[in-house]
C-alpha cells in the first residue's frame, strides 16, 4: 500500500513562502500523477495544484503564479513551492497520488496533511 508522508507546513506572515514536500513509498506500480489539495475550516477540499509523471502541470486559478510544483519521478517526491502567501491559503495541505494500475483503473492515496497558517 502506498505511504504519503508531508512536510513543510508552518505560520508564515503574509507575503512570505514556504515550501512542502510529500514523500511517496510502498507502490509497486508507477505514480501517474502527484498534486496537492486543500481544505479550510467549513469549506470544501480543492485541487490545489497536480503534477503528471511527464511533467505536465495544472494549478488552481488562485494560486497561478505563486505557486509552483515540481517532481522527482526517480525519488517519488512531489514538492509544492509556495510564494507571496495570502491569509486565504490557510488550510490543511493534503498530498495526493494517483496509481495506474492498468489502462483502465487506477487507485488514489492520500497523506495525512499539514497545516499552513498564514497571518495577516
Do not use: H
Not at 76 to 100: F, H, I, W
Request: net charge positive; hydrophobic share 30%; glycine share 12%.
Amino acid at each position: 500500500q502506498v505511504q504519503l508522508v508531508e512536510s513543510g507546513g508552518g505560520l508564515v506572515q503574509a507575503g512570505g513562502s514556504l515550501r512542502l514536500s510529500c514523500a511517496a513509498s510502498g507502490s509497486r506500480f508507477s505514480i501517474n500523477r502527484m498534486g496537492w489539495y486543500r481544505q479550510a475550516p467549513g469549506k470544501q477540499r480543492e485541487l490545489v495544484a497536480s503534477i503528471f509523471s511527464g511533467g505536465s502541470t495544472n494549478y488552481a486559478d488562485s494560486v497561478k503564479g505563486r505557486f509552483t510544483i515540481s517532481r522527482d519521478n526517480a525519488k517519488n517526491t512531489v514538492t509544492l513551492q509556495m510564494n507571496s502567501l495570502k491569509p486565504e491559503d490557510t488550510a490543511v495541505y493534503y498530498c495526493n497520488a494517483g496509481v495506474r494500475v492498468d489502462t483502465v483503473y487506477s487507485n488514489n492515496y492520500w497523506g495525512q496533511g499539514t497545516q499552513v497558517t498564514v497571518s495577516s
